[in-house]
């Protein structure tokens, strides 16, 4: 059990009449590349928003590192050590690439009090800043408005942010949105190579990529676990193929 | 296109030059008109900081003008009367002396700012612009019934309020004054947006989740934002309480506030001299349409709708070329 990072236990949480999720339990453990997957509405953008602590959680704890981190702000749990990365690119569009991931670095550095000296000359943010973007292939486009951005440039830069913390686990959600096929392969590729830096939950639609990728997958289904185990597991899982992927499939 | 950085000296130039050849053509109304100008710019260079950067549209900023109006009155009225402010358990002495003035005008501004920031930064979008609305009609209406300070007639100061080594009296020297508070503003402004505190509160306002993503609280950035933008605001009051050498309830008015706001938009939202482009033209237009028509708000009106409608960035986007912030 040491080994593990970032675990919930019987994390449930209604809206309404709804149980959008009931009783998950899934751990993370370092250097994995654990996936989510399940049909829309099984209730994985609500689990992430209880994980990163946009959404309070009915019931159920959230550990990282070993801390309780349920009751914890969105930001606490990011000063914890928890990297997340949006669906839908949050990036603050008028400003500059390098400006976006200097936010993160200055959210790393946990002093964002300081009120003469201009964001770009610091140092120490500058380098923290243009080594993740060097890494997502960005640094040739530092100065642009982000808005000015491919949509793939945009998932890049998300992951760029998400660098710049540092963080003990990575949650990224649907990191693939909508790229194409080479998108894909790319980003594919590149979370390859970050999962020895830090394990990732990964909540994805793109199948290929989580059979590529991933160490291990919990199949979510109306709010619940139905299955965790690695990849070989899961194809052959009957359950799975009924209520997931489909009979026949 | 114009590099903003040219206009952005030209404006200033602009604005020192006009006083200037009025000092040469004895002219001492106009500047007596720039330094009203000078004022309400840094009024508003006060409101864009919070407005601007932090895309806090705040319909309450009068109270910091007005509290700085009154910070400077109820000091100088207790001067002028010989009689000390008497709180019960506190004498305090009037005074006449624009460092304790614009000391304290600042200090009341600024925690009138986190009171109120406090209490409406829960609250966002129309409801943030009611609230801060509502707090302007309640000290606009305490002004108005506190008699012992004119009430609704306001209160008169006779001798414009003194700094050392200068006569305020003389126009031209009040003005410089006044501009030099400005620059102060402008520059305060210059180094925050371009700080690590300024490029989070700007990335606060555009996506707020991003920012608790990276372990920073919206919130307290953004309060921080609303007390340094009423505490520049509050010392403007003093100011343009000076200059009038009156302080009323007008100075709480919740038309002042949307005032503030309407020459932020005129000269461009968050752009670092919009404020100053806005309240030059406003002041203009109100000294030479003023003097043909009681009604040269109607032009104003005009000018504004151009703008929003075609020009979001403001006279500043215009001659850059490029629009401002969204807010």
Same mark, same amino acid.
């Given at each position: 059990?040491?080994?593990?990072?970032?675990?919930?236990?019987?994390?449930?949480?209604?809206?309404?009449?709804?149980?959008? =999720?009931?009783?998950?339990?899934?751990?993370?453990?370092?250097?994995?590349?654990?996936?989510?997957?399940?049909?829309?509405?099984?209730?994985?953008?609500?689990?992430?928003?209880?994980?990163?602590?946009?959404?309070?959680?009915?019931?159920?704890?959230?550990? %990282?590192?070993?801390?309780?981190?349920?009751?914890?702000?969105?930001?606490?749990?990011?000063?914890?050590?928890?990297?997340?990365?949006?669906?839908?690119?949050?990036?603050?569009?008028?400003?500059?690439? #390098?400006?976006?991931?200097?936010?993160?670095?200055?959210?790393?550095?946990?002093?964002?009090?300081?009120?003469?000296?201009?964001?770009?000359?610091?140092?120490?943010?500058?380098?923290?800043?243009?080594?993740?973007?060097?890494?997502?292939?960005?640094?040739?486009?530092?100065?642009?408005?982000?808005?000015? %951005?491919?949509?793939?440039?945009?998932?890049?830069?998300?992951?760029?942010?998400? $660098?710049?913390?540092?963080?003990?686990?990575?949650?990224?959600?649907?990191?693939?949105?909508?790229?194409?096929?080479?998108?894909?392969?790319?980003?594919?590729?590149? $979370?390859?190579?970050?999962?020895?830096?830090?394990?990732?939950?990964?909540?994805?639609?793109? +199948?290929?990529?989580?059979?590529?990728?991933?160490?291990?997958?919990?199949?979510?289904?109306?709010?619940?676990?139905?299955?965790?185990?690695?990849?070989?597991?899961?194809?052959?899982?009957?359950?799975?193929?009924?209520?997931?992927?489909?009979?026949?499939? | 296109?114009?590099?903003?950085?040219?206009?952005?000296?030209?404006?200033?130039?602009?604005?020192?030059?006009?006083?200037?050849?009025?000092?040469?053509?004895?002219?001492?109304?106009?500047?007596?008109?720039?330094?009203?100008?000078?004022? %309400?710019?840094?009024?508003?260079?006060?409101?864009?900081?919070?407005?601007?950067?932090?895309?806090?549209?705040? %319909?309450?900023?009068?109270?910091?003008?007005?509290?700085?109006?009154?910070?400077?009155?109820?000091?100088?009225?207790?001067?002028?009367?010989?009689?000390?402010?008497?709180?019960?358990?506190?004498?305090?002495?009037?005074?006449?002396? +624009?460092?304790?003035?614009?000391?304290?005008?600042?200090?009341?501004?600024?925690?009138?700012?986190?009171?109120?920031? $406090?209490?409406?930064?829960? =609250?966002?979008?129309?409801?943030?612009?009611?609230?801060? #609305?509502?707090?302007?009609? +309640?000290?606009?209406?305490?002004?108005?019934?506190?008699?012992?300070?004119?009430?609704?007639?306001?209160?008169?100061?006779?001798?414009?309020?003194?700094?050392?080594?200068?006569? =305020?009296?003389?126009?031209?020297?009040?003005?410089?004054?006044?501009?030099?508070?400005?620059?102060?503003?402008? #520059?305060?402004?210059?180094?925050?947006?371009?700080?690590?505190?300024?490029?989070?509160?700007?990335?606060?306002?555009?996506?707020?989740?991003?920012?608790?993503?990276?372990?920073?609280?919206?919130?307290?950035?953004?309060?921080?934002?609303?007390?340094?933008?009423?505490?520049?605001?509050?010392?403007?009051?003093?100011?343009?309480?000076?200059?009038?050498?009156?302080?009323?309830?007008?100075?709480?008015?919740?038309?002042?506030?949307?005032?503030?706001?309407?020459?932020?938009?005129?000269?461009?939202?968050?752009?670092?001299?919009?404020?100053?482009?806005?309240?030059?033209?406003?002041?203009?237009?109100?000294?030479?349409?003023?003097?043909?028509?009681?009604?040269?708000?109607?032009?104003?009106?005009?000018?504004?709708? #151009?703008?929003?409608?075609?020009?979001?960035?403001?006279?500043?986007?215009?001659?850059?070329?490029?629009?401002?912030?969204?807010?």
């Amino acid at each position: 059990m040491s080994d593990v990072i970032l675990s919930t236990r019987n994390l449930s949480r209604s809206f309404g009449a709804l149980k959008a =999720t009931r009783n998950i339990s899934i751990d993370l453990r370092a250097g994995e590349i654990h996936a989510v997957i399940g049909p829309n509405g099984a209730g994985k953008s609500t689990l992430i928003e209880q994980i990163s602590g946009g959404l309070r959680s009915d019931s159920g704890t959230v550990h %990282l590192v070993g801390r309780d981190v349920s009751a914890l702000s969105t930001q606490a749990r990011a000063r914890a050590g928890l990297g997340r990365t949006f669906q839908i690119s949050a990036l603050a569009m008028e400003d500059t690439v #390098l400006e976006n991931a200097l936010l993160g670095a200055l959210g790393q550095s946990g002093r964002p009090w300081r009120f003469w000296r201009a964001a770009g000359e610091d140092r120490d943010l500058r380098a923290r800043a243009t080594a993740a973007l060097e890494r997502v292939g960005l640094a040739g486009v530092a100065d642009q408005v982000t808005a000015s %951005l491919s949509h793939g440039q945009r998932r890049q830069l998300e992951v760029a942010v998400a $660098l710049t913390l540092s963080p003990r686990a990575f949650v990224m959600d649907e990191p693939m949105a909508g790229l194409g096929a080479e998108g894909s392969r790319v980003m594919t590729d590149f $979370l390859d190579g970050l999962r020895g830096e830090a394990p990732i939950l990964l909540v994805e639609h793109d +199948m290929d990529a989580v059979f590529a990728l991933a160490d291990r997958i919990s199949v979510l289904v109306y709010g619940q676990v139905i299955a965790t185990g690695t990849v070989a597991e899961i194809r052959v899982s009957r359950e799975v193929k009924e209520a997931y992927l489909g009979e026949g499939a | 296109m114009i590099g903003e950085r040219y206009i952005n000296g030209l404006v200033l130039a602009g604005f020192l030059a006009v006083p200037i050849w009025a000092l040469a053509m004895d002219e001492p109304f106009t500047i007596t008109l720039a330094t009203r100008a000078s004022v %309400l710019a840094m009024a508003a260079v006060g409101l864009n900081i919070a407005l601007g950067i932090g895309g806090l549209v705040s %319909l309450g900023h009068a109270v910091f003008f007005g509290l700085g109006g009154y910070a400077m009155g109820i000091l100088a009225h207790h001067a002028q009367t010989h009689a000390a402010l008497d709180l019960g358990f506190l004498a305090i002495e009037g005074s006449r002396s +624009m460092p304790v003035i614009w000391i304290t005008a600042v200090t009341v501004s600024a925690l009138a700012a986190l009171l109120i920031g $406090l209490l409406s930064l829960r =609250t966002t979008g129309v409801y943030f612009i009611m609230i801060t #609305l509502a707090f302007g009609q +309640m000290f606009f209406f305490f002004s108005i019934s506190w008699s012992a300070y004119g009430g609704e007639d306001g209160l008169s100061i006779y001798v414009r309020n003194g700094f050392p080594g200068l006569d =305020t009296l003389v126009p031209i020297q009040f003005f410089g004054l006044c501009f030099t508070a400005l620059c102060a503003a402008l #520059l305060l402004h210059w180094r925050l947006r371009a700080s690590p505190f300024g490029m989070a509160l700007n990335a606060a306002r555009q996506v707020p989740r991003r920012v608790e993503t990276v372990g920073l609280n919206p919130m307290r950035l953004k309060l921080l934002a609303f007390v340094v933008s009423g505490a520049v605001t509050g010392l403007a009051g003093a100011l343009f309480a000076d200059l009038n050498r009156f302080v009323s309830p007008t100075m709480f008015s919740w038309q002042l506030s949307g005032e503030l706001i309407v020459l932020i938009i005129i000269g461009g939202v968050g752009r670092l001299m919009g404020p100053v482009i806005g309240a030059a033209l406003f002041v203009a237009l109100e000294h030479f349409l003023g003097g043909l028509t009681d009604f040269w708000h109607v032009w104003l009106g005009a000018i504004l709708l #151009l703008i929003v409608l075609f020009a979001r960035g403001g006279l500043i986007g215009i001659l850059t070329g490029k629009d401002g912030p969204r807010v």
